[in-house]
């Protein structure tokens, strides 16, 4: 019997997608499971990748872009595990984490979905992976920039801990019970389908998790570009979750247009916080042990000074840019070296195992990077 159906619903990302697969098989080593890829017409190379290097994973090919929570169904209908997760492709998982996520979710009683913890490309923590409903309430405190009550800040980074809302990013469940309430609501295109999962889980019983003591990288902006029409996608989910689970209300478009507007200028002023693309690289940083790898890579970045290391060193203040090599250092290793350096500001990379580019994110709100050499 398949113990676990990992479902990636893909979308114009082949790179970040070939990366998360890398990482899916690392970490399915000791697992019966099973991946599928559901691709929402993405008129790129990332089916010709899939067929060629990852022959094990089932492909769905969409002629047409039928949205997150439609395609997400179709894969489970076409899954056969135990459990499920719902993973995001601009992810990177832990080689041990699937392993620590079904070893806890198979002790719970009532378990609704699982949820690990996020850091973006940079190694910050992304608090959007543990939150509260978002009433209208706590909705209308978080467009004034008040985010006490829309996350679920009483539980800790690495806590293990019963939470409210979880992330579509990754979500691990039972393939019955996602059945049973329905799985995603198609209403929802993009976006507000994991918040409405989440509380029809709540709603018929369920639990849901938070697993801090697991971690991810989401790209986070790569999936999607954050543009004024990504904002009013989302804030349009935002009112029809509450159609569905609130009375009417008269706030309801005030919310929505306020929510946008104060996002846009939020995502202007934003911009000086992110760290700034440098054309030329001074001081390159290379975890690897690869010389012609070394080589090549030297040959595209062209960096004034190159150090080559087998680990991190103690300070790397002195590094515009740091390259892991997945070949050579692990994915979990990698995530905590990342998470380690995130109050620097030095731009980190990695080569996933077997490939021939670097990849990275530099902030969580813009496209990821993606260099071949």
């Known amino acids: 019997m398949i113990k676990l159906s990992i479902i990636i619903v893909n979308y114009k990302v082949p790179y970040f997608l070939e990366q998360c697969l890398l990482s899916v098989k690392a ?62 492709p601009d992810t990177v998982i832990e080689e041990d984490s699937l392993d620590k996520v079904l070893l806890f979710a198979e002790k719970q009683e009532k378990m609704g979905a699982l949820g690990i913890k996020f850091i973006d490309g940079t190694g910050n923590f992304l608090p959007e992976c543990k939150r509260n409903i978002p009433t209208l309430k706590i909705a209308n405190h978080k467009i004034r920039g008040n985010t006490k009550k829309y996350y679920a800040n009483h539980i800790s980074e690495n806590e293990i801990a019963q939470v ?35 509380f029809k889980l709540l709603n018929n019983g369920f639990k849901n998790y938070y697993y801090g003591e697991s971690t991810m990288i989401h790209y986070k902006g790569e999936s999607t ?24 209300s008269i706030l309801l478009n005030f919310v929505s247009n306020v929510a946008v507007k104060s996002m846009v200028l939020l995502k202007s002023t934003s911009r000086s916080s992110r760290i700034q693309e440098k054309n030329i690289i001074q001081n390159l940083l290379i975890v690897s042990i690869d010389k012609e790898k070394i080589k090549m890579i030297k040959s595209r970045i062209k960096p004034q000074t190159t ?21 050579f250092i692990t994915n979990k290793e990698i995530i905590e070296n990342i998470a380690q350096l995130k109050s620097v500001k030095i731009s980190k990379r990695i080569i996933p195992k077997n490939t021939s580019f670097l990849i990275g994110s530099d902030s969580s709100t813009d496209r990821g990077k993606v260099v071949q050499f």
């Open 225 to 248: 570009v954050k543009d004024i029409s990504y904002l009013k996608n989302f804030y349009g989910a935002m009112q029809i979750f509450y159609k569905k689970h609130y009375k009417k």
């Open 307 to 327: 150090e080559v290391r087998d680990k991190l060193p103690t300070d790397c203040t002195h590094f515009d840019m740091i390259i892991f090599d997945n070949t």
């Open 27 to 88: 970490a399915c080593k000791n697992i019966n499971a099973e991946i599928i890829v559901i691709d929402n017409n993405s008129a790129d190379e990332s089916c010709v990748i899939i067929r060629k290097k990852f022959t094990e994973v089932k492909l769905i090919e969409n002629k047409t872009n039928i949205g997150f929570a439609r395609a997400n169904n179709q894969g489970v209908f076409e899954s056969k595990g135990e459990f499920i997760l719902i993973l995001n």
């Open 164 to 198: 409210e809302i979880l992330t579509g990013a990754f979500m691990l469940m039972k393939r019955e019970v996602y059945l049973k309430i329905g799985g995603f609501d198609e209403d929802y295109f993009m976006f507000g389908e994991d918040i409405d999962l989440s």
